[in-house]
């Protein structure tokens, strides 16, 4: 990088270089392809993005490809191509242009001239410094951050060398940006150093300083956009803390003051976008419907023609969701660009609609030219139901209109249904969205971009769990595992719950399952794979009559108030009679207002349990109660506050809160939503019938509500009440003897999945990715593997007699002892793989790779083994009788009497 402005003074270079911080491994350095590269036209770019990867693979860094930061470039809006935030470099920005010397005219000032090329000009490096000063604004907003980040924009020129580009003339251009050639990208170290170090010796447009471990963590939260959601508190909020010590208001504004610390995996789910269907499991609080939105804001930037729809469920987080789209919206277009409800091409919509309001459904059927059905012409009561009802009609009367390139959902648990209302074995309203996609690309015409967020817990309804194959059918169930190019998983499991607090959130887990219940869990995970997978810590075995015990780590429940609170942050409250009870929740809510300085709405949150009726009286006798006591109440949909009842034509379902009253609601309509302080009532109506797991599923839901305080109540005597005790003394730890499988089992792995298909007829598994599986033992006999990804997976004993693992990858697998009889393995790797003891006969494993596989004793009869490469292998007393040994490599292998082959 020659040239005036590029050569930095070697004064300059601050002292992490001499620590040796170029080659310090670091756990940090991550990089995110928010969308797969994957065009013809992209091989500069790949090259380029493939090599700042490796350059700055051991540094602690993030790196994104194509980060979503738009600037306008005249119609369009075009974000960086790389950006690269370094705990010693700063911000930097690469704009790449994959062109040829030949293709370059001109070059007047910041304006590029191009022949052959998809666009005549451009401004590669003007736009790249607009971004970084964007960025970089954002950065300033954070005093600890203020002028401290270094930034810098160059331009890359992948296929073009330093040497085309001085013969040119162009480096004589006094406007000639840093530019990264050809031969940057692999350089020999001894010629012009590693990538960083050339970086380095560009000068910074704005020069920052050397960055503090806790300046380096802001800066991170600060580009994964969490600023975006803090509230900043004034002056007022930290003088009750001051003069009358904690109070629960005090200790909510420090908990806003502090910057949600940066999490990687969050970074990949929001900013990717992937070319097909994508599962989003998360555990309550974990931040899916947040995700979604920012996930939605990026597609709509990017992608302006396509045609986006983010659907839900409650119609009490259409205000919520469109205020959380539009703040993305905001971020990532630099102040330009927010939500319009009359854009059709980026649309919120509730999953049904209404007579006023469109939604997925309603907007299918006016695309149709049919007419649209209403809760009143249906059979069902449940509202979950009467949706199944009317999409099983749309999709028998008529073909779905293909109106969207993608469609997101949140909530997806609460739009299953049980089996009997099944559209053809498939969940009508997921059939329905998925027709109504047009494919990624027609030659995979399966491929369609639909992404769910779910928690199976949080399920009212139906008990159904929301996996490929019971939305779309076994013969489309492999659709979500594995991952996209680029590294896009298709399926994210999110284990860290930010909202709620570790006691509350693990009591939640242990009296939703039954976990500490004396006659066994009722439901739940029951594979230590699994509950890995959501933040727990596992001991012990799930057999029948083995202690268990369970544990979270403080890490996955990051929530700051048990740490600044003093006293519990859960408490449970058995009274003798309802009016006790609602005495003390009066006290208590008053209290909170008074002392605490908590607002009414929005800071507190009254939730009733119990189904049907019972829930409904019990709703206006607490809220009749509050009003006699002077507070100000809210009902959820009623106009106004301290109205119990309205006509149908006044009611507002989009309404949650009211300003100046305590919202009481019951358990569906608080589904979503969340407050500081929550109080939930009427625990009787789930202890009188403990074994109800929808009403257990009610009770996990309301607790999960809460952004700080539970206060638990009930009446009378049961012995769940103990239970409820148990849970609580237990704190983040649970140990119990496992009895027996429970009613219902939760599985949230891609191998969880997988034995659960299998078990219920599913056969395929094709692509399947199931790296370091746990499978000893199972029975996977004449399943689909074609393509499966199987490294490092434990298959000891497994029975996979008859099953077809062409192609698949199976390097470093452990199948000792495992049954593979007429199994197809051609062209299967097997590299390292531990085959000892395992039974292989009549098998096809023609062209396969077993180089340095173990295969002490393994029988191999009858065999097809022609073009395999056994170099290396270990076949020590194996049976090779009647096998098929043409065109094998067996250099260096073993053979059964111990001599070596060559």
């Not at 990949?268 to 097909?276: L, M, N, Q, R, T």
């Not at 293909?402 to 249904?417: C, K, M, N, R, S």
């Not at 076994?474 to 860290?496: A, C, F, N, P």
């Not at 002490?856 to 090779?880: E, P, Q, R, Y």
């Amino acid at each position: 990088m020659r040239g005036e402005d590029s050569i930095q003074n070697s004064s300059e270079q601050d002292g992490r270089q001499a620590k040796g911080w170029e080659t310090k491994t670091s756990p940090h350095s991550q990089f995110i392809t928010t969308e797969p590269l994957e065009k013809s036209g992209e091989i500069g770019e790949h090259k380029a993005w493939d090599a700042v990867r490796d350059a700055f693979a051991q540094r602690e860094c993030l790196g994104y490809w194509r980060y979503p930061i738009f600037s306008k470039v005249g119609k369009f809006r075009k974000e960086p191509d790389i950006l690269i935030a370094d705990s010693e470099l700063g911000l930097i920005i690469i704009e790449i242009k994959s062109v040829t010397i030949d293709q370059i005219l001109a070059i007047a000032g910041h304006r590029w001239e191009f022949q052959n090329y998809y666009t005549i000009s451009s401004n590669p490096y003007e736009q790249a410094e607009n971004q970084l000063f964007t960025l970089l604004g954002y950065c300033d907003r954070e005093p600890f951050l203020r002028r401290k980040v270094s930034g810098r924009a160059l331009v890359c020129l992948p296929l073009i060398t330093e040497d085309q580009w001085y013969d040119s003339g162009f480096y004589q251009l006094p406007s000639c940006p840093p530019i990264i050639f050809q031969n940057h990208l692999r350089p020999l170290p001894s010629v012009c150093g590693s990538l960083p170090q050339q970086l380095r010796q560009i000068t910074p447009i704005i020069k920052g300083s050397t960055l503090s471990d806790k300046q380096w963590q802001l800066l991170q939260a600060v580009i994964s956009g969490t600023p975006v959601f803090r509230t900043r508190v004034g002056r007022q909020a930290f003088v009750s803390l001051q003069q009358s010590g904690k109070t629960r208001g005090s200790v909510m504004a420090e908990v806003r003051q502090r910057l949600s610390e940066f999490d990687l995996q969050q970074e990949h789910i929001g900013k990717e976008i992937p070319p097909g269907p994508q599962r989003i499991r998360g555990i309550a609080g974990s931040g899916k419907t947040v995700l979604l939105c920012q996930k939605a804001a990026h597609m709509h930037l990017k992608h302006p023609d396509w045609d986006i729809a983010l659907v839900f469920f409650s119609r009490s987080l259409y205000h919520p969701i469109i205020a959380q789209v539009n703040k993305w919206l905001l971020r990532f277009s630099g102040g330009e660009v927010e939500y319009e409800p009359k854009n059709r091409k980026l649309q919120v919509l509730h999953a049904w609609g209404a007579k006023n309001q469109p939604g997925l459904y309603s907007t299918l059927c006016r695309a149709a030219g049919v007419k649209r059905l209403t809760v009143e012409d249906t059979q069902s009561n449940r509202p979950n139901e009467a949706l199944a009802e009317v999409c099983t009609q749309l999709l028998h009367n008529t073909v779905v209109p293909t109106l969207y390139d993608a469609i997101l959902i949140d909530e997806g648990q609460d739009l299953i249904v049980d089996d009997p209302l099944k559209f053809q074995g498939k969940q009508p309203f997921y059939w329905m969205a998925y027709q109504a996609l047009r494919p990624v690309d027609s030659a995979q015409p399966e491929q369609r971009r639909l992404i769910w967020g779910y928690d199976e817990a949080q399920s009212l309804e139906s008990l159904k769990i929301p996996n490929a194959s019971e939305l779309f059918g076994e013969d489309l169930g492999h659709l979500v595992t594995g991952q996209y190019s680029g590294g896009i998983r298709k399926s994210e499991i999110m284990h860290r719950c930010y909202r709620t607090p570790g006691p509350i959130l693990t009591a939640a887990h242990g009296i939703g399952m039954g976990l500490l219940r004396y006659g066994g869990m009722l439901t739940g995970i029951t594979r230590a794979e699994d509950w890995r997978a959501i933040g727990y810590e596992v001991t012990g075995r799930f057999i029948p009559g083995e202690q268990v015990t369970l544990s979270r780590p403080p890490e996955n429940s990051p929530n700051l108030v048990p740490e600044l609170w003093e006293g519990s942050v859960l408490e449970f409250v058995a009274y003798r009679s309802r009016q006790e009870e609602l005495s003390a929740l009066a006290q208590n809510i008053l209290y909170n207002l008074r002392h605490d300085g908590l607002k009414p709405s929005r800071e507190i949150l009254v939730i009733v349990l119990g189904s049907g009726f019972e829930a409904m009286k019990l709703e206006t006798t607490v809220a009749e109660f509050l009003i006699s006591q002077g507070i100000d109440i809210y009902i959820p949909s009623t106009p106004d506050c301290n109205i119990l009842q309205t006509d149908k034509e006044q009611r507002n379902p989009n309404k949650f809160w009211c300003e100046g009253g305590v919202t009481v609601s019951r358990i569906h309509r608080a589904k979503g939503n969340e407050a500081e302080m929550v109080y939930v009532v009427g625990l009787d109506n789930v202890a009188k019938d403990e074994s109800n797991l929808q009403l257990r599923n009610q009770l996990f839901v309301a607790l999960t509500r809460a952004k700080g305080w539970v206060k638990l109540s009930g009446i009378g005597s049961y012995p769940m009440y103990e239970e409820m005790w148990r849970v609580m003394r237990s704190g983040d730890t649970f140990t119990f003897t496992f009895r027996r499988p429970p009613q219902r089992e939760i599985g949230v792995t891609d191998t969880s999945e997988l034995l659960k298909r299998y078990d219920t007829g599913g056969r395929n598994f094709q692509n399947a990715d199931l790296t370091g599986a746990q499978l000893a033992g199972a029975d996977l006999r004449n399943a689909n593997l074609i393509g499966a990804i199987l490294r490092n997976a434990d298959l000891r004993n497994a029975q996979l007699d008859g099953a077809k693992l062409v192609i698949a990858d199976l390097c470093g697998a452990d199948l000792r002892n495992a049954n593979l009889r007429k199994a197809k393995l051609v062209g299967a790797i097997l590299r390292d793989a531990r085959l000892s003891g395992a039974d292989l006969s009549w098998g096809k494993l023609g062209n396969a790779d077993l180089r340095n596989a173990q295969l002490v004793g393994a029988k191999l009869v009858g065999v097809k083994l022609s073009g395999a490469d056994l170099s290396g292998a270990d076949l020590t007393g194996a049976n090779l009788e009647a096998v098929d040994l043409s065109d094998v490599n067996l250099t260096g292998a073993t053979m059964p009497d111990g001599s070596v082959g060559e």
